[in-house]
């Protein structure tokens, strides 16, 4: 079954840090360039960062720029994301999503996501 | 960053109705526009890309239009499955953004 589950989430105090997973499977990782997208509670869709295939190219929105940081396994399937110096408006659920390319496209959309993970800030 | 405006921010229709939403770019985005379907606790479905391309097993009641800084998301006949939030994404800069959300609300 092709899916998506991250793993991760909690309570984490303001200035703290957190390490989220995404398991993928059903197909060829790899192949695929992978990102984050984040929802606070209550609001709208916020894309957070992504990562190429190989893992040789990583983008991030200008909000965690310097203290989050993705990451990828490709011989175990997971992606990553070490997030530092949390804030309160980090808060949100955060999604793990499978990049997709329309044809001579640059950037992606997402066409598989997964269930997401809370991750709340808070002291 | 590129800023995608939707309108309405809530619609109200009823079972059967046509149904459109609209999403405006700050600029020229081309056609690289997506379009999701959220519903309360669960994650985002794609509908569209390209502006116009259907997602495989996405019903033919939905379509997409336009191109450049203006979008349209229609629903041919609405469905009881059909009331959830909806969100536009361009994906013409690295700097992916979404609109606000529309939600569509029971009449």
């Given at each position: 079954e092709v899916q998506l589950l991250e793993s991760g989430g909690g309570l984490v105090q303001p200035g703290g840090s957190l390490r989220l997973s995404c398991a993928a499977s059903g197909f060829t990782f790899s192949s695929y360039a992978m990102s984050w997208v984040r929802q606070a509670p209550g609001k709208g869709l916020e894309w957070v960062s992504a990562i190429s295939g190989s893992g040789g190219s990583t983008y991030y929105a200008d909000s965690v720029k310097g203290r989050f940081t993705i990451s990828r396994d490709?011989?175990?399937?997971?992606?990553?994301l070490q997030m530092n110096s949390l804030r309160a408006e980090d808060t949100a659920v955060y999604y793990c999503a499978k990049a997709e390319y329309s044809s001579s496209s640059e950037y992606w959309y997402f066409d598989?996501?997964?269930?997401?993970?809370?991750?709340t800030v808070s002291s | 960053?590129?800023?995608?405006?939707?309108?309405?921010?809530?619609?109200?229709?009823?079972?059967?109705?046509?149904?459109?939403?609209?999403?405006?770019?700050?600029?020229?985005i081309s056609s690289w526009l997506a379009w999701y379907q959220q519903k309360p606790g669960k994650a985002p479905k794609l509908l569209i890309y390209k502006a116009s391309s259907l997602e495989s097993g996405v019903p033919s009641r939905f379509s997409g239009s336009g191109s450049g800084t203006e979008f349209t998301l229609t629903i041919s006949s609405l469905q009881p499955d059909d009331f959830a939030t909806y969100y536009c994404q361009q994906y013409n800069s690295y700097l992916i953004t979404f609109g606000q959300g529309t939600r569509l609300e029971i009449k």
């Open positions: 490709n011989s175990k399937n997971t992606l990553y598989l996501w997964g269930r997401g993970t809370l991750v | 960053d590129i800023q995608m405006t939707q309108s309405p921010s809530t619609l109200s229709a009823s079972v059967g109705d046509r149904v459109t939403i609209t999403c405006r770019a700050s600029q020229s």
